[in-house]
């Protein structure tokens, strides 16, 4: 995905890393270069918001249970697969 203007950091690497930083698993110079990305690009901030609200959603509902293994990468790939449906699909 790209909204097609520039920035410092690309839209493909705001989106690969955004669990990091809903989960708070970055530095605070990272946070804040995704935070002004998130700022600046719309397309980013609506994706954003929907991984925000699927993590709520998960912690909701499964924040006592244990997590196997492996569970975020079919998730996160599962997530991959629907963005390019949906992208194909626009």
Known sequence: ??????????CSEVLDRIYWYL????????????RQH????????????????VKRLVA???GCDPVPDGLRTKVLVRI?????EFEVSE
């Open 60 to 62: 909701k509902h499964c």
């Open 80 to 84: 991959r697969q629907l963005q390019a």
């Open 1 to 10: 995905m790209s909204c097609g203007n520039p920035h410092d950091v690309p």
């Open 38 to 53: 998130l700022d600046e690009c719309s397309p980013c901030l609506r994706e954003f918001g929907l991984e925000e609200a």
């Open 23 to 34: 989960d708070g698993e970055m530095s605070a110079a990272d946070c804040e270069s995704i």
